[in-house]
């Protein structure tokens, strides 16, 4: 019978940039494809991300520019994703040898551990997980960060599909790049910050984002510094892998600079292989936008 497609949309908000996607998917199953874009800078002090307290600054000012992105986008309502910084997430890996599998005694479990090395009440953030043997992976976004945000865009006459993060966006959207690896790094590099991904067995075994970004001399530095110290710790691992997605810069130079230093094989992702852009455009920068939109399909 006859399918149809949809439009889907996605804004990155990052610390310094806003970036919006709208997007389309066919009903056939080919490519998706951009079909609005929109990018606005965030100046000083309207945004300051942490994990423990709201992060808009300057609600009226931070509207007025994200209606900006979004119009330009042409996304003027309807149903949105967001990608907020990662710096507003907690991750932690938690021993869970013997726990009930079914959710809400994973999620039980999960409060009960975290109480003492959370920030915050852990009953007052919203959880998810991922079981990998006897450790379970959680992620912490405290309730009313992602709560500010969501406002924020419904007072727009937008409607909030899912809240997440850069390097969690981007992970699932290029998963199936992965291929049969089941031990590998995965490195995303914006102008603001980087994000270090390593899978062990198909699941993620460590996770690190900084407010470092690709202009930033010590780049190169803090992510060998992830990278040896997962080494350090798991002699019984060796990663010779890595994919790397800059949405930024000359991705030939880190790729050297990482193959050096790591001695991996670097592979590097595009967000062109697997989605369709404007001719002439350099959709790179937009990755986090387009997985944002696409992860709500």
Not at 73 to 85: K, T, Y
Not at 120 to 127: L, M, R, V
Not at 171 to 186: C, I, Q, T, V, W
Not at 264 to 277: D, F, N, P, Q, S
Request: aromatic share 8%; hydrophobic share 40%; with cysteine.
């Amino acid at each position: 019978m006859f399918g149809f497609s949809k439009t889907l949309a996605g804004i990155d908000i990052g610390t310094k940039v806003l970036r919006a996607a709208r997007v389309r998917v066919g009903a056939g199953g080919g490519a998706p494809s951009i079909e609005g874009y929109a990018e606005r800078p965030l100046p000083e002090g309207i945004l300051l991300p942490s994990y423990t307290r709201e992060n808009i600054a300057d609600m009226k000012r931070f509207q007025d520019l994200v209606r900006l992105t979004l119009g330009t986008a042409g996304i003027n309502s309807g149903d949105i994703s967001l990608s907020i910084p990662d710096q507003v997430v907690k991750v932690s890996f938690l021993e869970a040898k013997g726990i009930p599998k079914n959710r809400n005694e994973v999620l039980k479990f999960i409060k009960w551990k975290s109480k003492r090395s959370l920030p915050y009440d852990p009953e007052n953030a919203k959880i998810d997980y991922q079981l990998m043997g006897d450790t379970a992976m959680a992620v912490f976004i405290k309730d009313d960060i992602v709560s500010n945000y969501e406002e924020a865009l419904r007072s727009m006459s937008f409607r909030p599909k899912s809240v997440s993060t850069p390097s969690l966006n981007l992970f699932n959207l290029f998963s199936g790049k992965f291929g049969g690896h089941k031990e590998f790094a995965l490195i995303s590099v914006m102008e603001e910050h980087f994000a270090v991904i390593i899978v062990r067995n198909d699941c993620i075994d460590f996770y690190r984002s900084k407010e470092v970004g690709y202009t930033d001399d010590r780049l190169m530095q803090e992510i060998n510094s992830s990278v040896l110290f997962y080494a350090a710790e798991n002699p019984d691992v060796t990663l010779k892998t890595a994919f790397l997605y800059t949405g930024i810069g000359d991705s030939e130079v880190l790729v050297a600079h990482l193959s050096d230093s790591t001695g991996m094989k670097v592979e590097t992702l595009r967000l062109a292989e697997i989605i369709k852009g404007p001719r002439g455009v350099d959709i790179e920068p937009y990755g986090p936008a387009v997985a944002a939109a696409l992860g709500s399909k």
